[in-house]
């Protein structure tokens, strides 16, 4: 599993970005698909994981109900649609991948390199 994060960037309150992650390796679709995020002075968080079928998708409270997470096991990639930005998502996000179904960063074992997320108020 080799991971690269792509589309992160700038955008104001209110706004949308969609984050992708593309996998070069042979195995993306056995794998369940994690979103994190870090900001400055803070620990890891979880954001939004998906499993490898793409059938089962959970999200931390704070992002629920304005981003999305899926997949396309076709184009071994998983995506983040981020909407209703506010400027507490400012972070560098990661993706991740594992054979476990879990929050905690701790269990993902290949991680992308991280895109950074910046919204202004």
């Known amino acids: 599993v080799q991971l690269q994060a792509s589309g992160g960037g700038l955008a104001q309150a209110g706004g949308s970005l969609r984050l992708s992650c593309a996998d070069s390796?042979?195995?993306?679709?056995?794998?369940?698909m994690g979103w994190f995020r870090q900001a400055p002075g803070k620990e890891r968080e979880f954001v939004a994981l998906?499993?490898?079928?793409?059938?089962?998708?959970y999200y931390a409270d704070s992002v629920k109900g304005r981003f999305t997470i899926s997949r396309d096991n076709a184009k071994n990639t998983v995506y983040l649609q981020m909407n209703s930005l506010k400027p507490e998502d400012t972070a560098v996000y990661y993706c991740?991948?594992?054979?476990?179904?879990?929050?905690?960063?701790?269990?993902?074992?290949?991680w992308g390199q991280g895109t950074q997320v910046t919204v202004s108020s």
């Open positions: 998906i499993d490898w079928s793409g059938g089962s998708t």
């Open positions: 390796g042979r195995t993306f679709s056995n794998y369940n």
């Open positions: 991740a991948a594992s054979n476990n179904f879990y929050r905690n960063y701790k269990r993902y074992d290949y």
